[in-house]
């Protein structure tokens, strides 16, 4: 007769091995068991929860399962209809001892948490902060964080005209994005930003005019500049020494402005986005050829009426020439129609310069 095995006597290498093939939520039932399961089910998560999204419905995770990653924890990601902020203090102050950002969404309720945790118990390196301009107390909301340090991300809906004197007062912030609405006019968007010396991201949607840059003034620290549903007219955007990433879509602009803008930033462009009226494959061509450092390029439109194997090929070529190689190739993001077409024309051939990715597979800020 075989020897009954308690699990409890399983070594923590054995219990991963189990772990492994259960689902997830079999994973939680027999984590919470025995705190000597807990322990090895924090084992066996490694980093899968270092970073963890929250909502209304995330108490039991939250109260039950959170606890046993303890110090895995590094950033949390509150969604606009998470309400459990009394259980979120207690394990902020007693069990993520290395958590380093939050992404939150503040009305009224939300702010004296904060101010809580951040001012008088744990301090993150990070804090993401979205707001919305409509809010009644939008002013109030505003001025309550700027004595946070660690606010180093600030997300606004529906701004207005109004955030100028507030926004510039934030001169630490890194990560700044802007979603006003309707279009706004009256609001030069530069006297927002440039005060604001160590942006190092910037994404600006639905600006009803982007004015002229003064000549002598530079983001000398920003990396990533977005722009989408704005309109912009006969103008230069900004030159940005270290500017690694353009986002450039749905907006009223001449192609020739975005083109100059990438162009003035071929030495440093690592990742563009782009989706503009009249683009064709010789822009395409233009920007792989002089670019030559980009990882990413993500069309944002579908091209599929141009794309044959000559064009597949001669992108092919360009990067070649560029010294991308299999080992280092650029990814070339697609929408689904002009993915669709890509795979029809080339079946199973791989390039040795390219790899194509639907954009319904494609992370945005991925690193």
């Known amino acids: 007769m075989e020897t009954a095995v308690n699990i409890l006597d399983l070594p923590f290498l054995v219990l991963d091995e189990i772990f492994k093939h259960l689902d997830e939520w079999d994973k939680w039932s027999l984590a919470v068991a025995h705190d000597y399961l807990g322990k090895a089910f924090a084992c066996h998560i490694k980093d899968a929860y270092a970073t963890v999204t929250l909502h209304y419905n995330s108490d ?9 990653c303890g110090s895995k924890i590094l950033h949390i990601d509150l969604e606009d209809n998470f309400n459990n902020f009394i259980i979120l203090d207690q394990l902020i102050n007693d069990c993520f001892d ?12 939300e702010v004296e948490y904060i101010k809580r945790y951040l001012l008088h118990g744990k301090k993150f390196q990070t804090l993401r902060v979205r707001i919305n301009a409509s809010s009644s107390n939008f002013s109030k909301l505003v001025n309550s964080f700027l004595k946070l340090g660690n606010l180093k991300e600030l997300h606004i809906k529906d701004a207005d005209c109004r ?16 979603d006003f609405g ?6 030069n968007i530069y006297d927002v930003l440039l005060p604001l010396k160590n942006l190092r991201k910037v994404k600006i949607v639905g600006l009803g005019q982007m004015p002229q840059l003064p000549t002598t003034e530079m983001f000398g620290a920003l990396e990533s500049f977005c722009i989408c549903n704005s309109i912009i007219c006969q103008i230069d955007l900004p030159v940005c020494p270290k500017l690694k990433q353009i986002g450039f879509w749905s ?15 071929a030495t440093t462009l690592e990742k563009v986005s782009i989706a503009v009226e009249g683009l064709n ?9 002089k670019c030559k450092f980009l990882r990413d390029f ?29 080992e280092k190739p650029i990814v070339l993001v697609l929408p689904n129609k002009s993915f669709e077409r890509v795979e ?24």
Do not use: A
């Open 60 to 68: 039991w995770f939250l109260e039950r399962i959170l606890p046993l």
């Open 98 to 109: 290395n958590l380093q950002s939050i992404n939150i969404t503040v009305d009224d309720q």
């Open 163 to 178: 955030i100028g004197n507030l926004i510039r007062r934030f001169t630490y912030l890194e990560d700044l994005q802007l």
């Open 182 to 187: 309707p279009f706004q006019f009256r609001l």
């Open 251 to 265: 907006n009223f602009c001449p192609s020739s402005i975005l083109f100059k803008w990438i162009f003035d930033h």
């Open 281 to 289: 494959k010789d822009n395409i061509f233009e920007i792989i050829k």
């Open 298 to 326: 993500h069309l944002k439109m579908e091209i599929e009426s141009f794309i044959s194997k000559e064009f597949v090929g001669k992108v092919n070529d360009i990067l070649k020439s560029n010294g991308y190689t299999s």
């Open 344 to 367: 029809q024309i080339v079946g199973g051939k791989k390039f040795d310069c390219i790899n194509f990715l639907n954009s319904m597979f494609y992370w945005e800020n991925r690193n």
